[in-house]
Every structure is written in C-alpha cells, then in structure tokens.
C-alpha cells in the first residue's frame, strides 16, 4: 500500500515538473501592416421631410435603410441602417448611411427609403424608395413621408 502511494507521488511530482512551464516572456510578433486590411466605406445622405403639419409622439423612431433589391425572389438584403430616436417635431431631419463598397454589387438596384413608427405604429412610409449609388447619385437624397393610413 505504502509503494503504491510513494509511485502517486512520484507520478504527480513529475507532471507538476513538466507543465512548469518555461519563465522567459514569448517573442512577440509584428503586425505586418501589408497583411491589415482596410475597409472601404462610402456614404449616402440627405434628409427626411414630412409634408404634414402634424405633431408626431416624443417616442416617433426614424428608420432609414440602404438596401439591395436586383434579386426578386429574394428578400432585400439591407446594407446599411440607421434609426433616429426623436425628430422633436422638425418637418425634416438630416440622415447619413455608411455603408461598405466591396458589398455593392455593380448590376444592383440600391435603394433607399424611410418609416417613422411610434409605440409599434407606422405612421410615416417614404412616398417612394429612392435609386442610389449605381447611378452616381449619393448625395442630397430628400424622402418625402406620407401617412401610412
């Protein structure tokens, strides 16, 4: 009983010797700036106008979506989002899409369009989604809003 715990010991003695581990810091490797790769973003803006004199509820969430509609079968594939949390009542209201380039496809029908929702409600749609960046334009996109009744 006494040999079987002395070769226990042994056993465990020479494992904690061999995961000790060596005490020099490792070599640290250099970034090679050739293998960083940048990305290439390009930018869509303009500006949201509600042609209604309405008030719209301090909770009114803009959404403006950048999207990719050439394949019909398919659903749209969004490239770029963004959501505005309050208007405070201005009839218009500056957005900014950024979006990456190496996504664009060169035969796609990019469009941008726009809804403002309050408490799970639509009220507002864009009266139409406006064609981008395939055609040249990208800047100075104005969305018309009209009830969504």
């Not at 490239?79 to 009839?91: A, D, G, Q």
Request: charged share 20%; with cysteine.
């Amino acid at each position: 009983m006494k040999s079987l715990r002395y070769i226990a010991s042994l056993l465990v003695i020479f494992a904690l010797i061999g995961c000790e581990g060596n005490s020099t810091n490792p070599s640290e490797k250099a970034l090679n700036s050739q293998n960083n790769q940048t990305v290439d973003l390009g930018r869509v803006d303009g500006r949201v106008v509600i042609l209604q004199d309405s008030i719209l509820p301090p909770d009114a969430i803009v959404t403006v979506k950048l999207v990719d509609n050439s394949v019909a079968d398919l659903p749209a594939l969004i490239l770029s989002k963004k959501n505005y949390n309050s208007l405070n009542n201005r009839p218009t209201l500056p957005f900014e899409l950024t979006y990456h380039k190496n996504e664009v496809r060169p035969e796609g029908r990019l469009t941008v369009s726009a809804t403002i929702n309050s408490g799970g409600k639509l009220l507002y749609v864009s009266d139409s989604a406006v064609e981008v960046i395939n055609n040249g334009i990208t800047k100075n996109i104005e969305l018309l809003m009209e009830p969504a009744n």
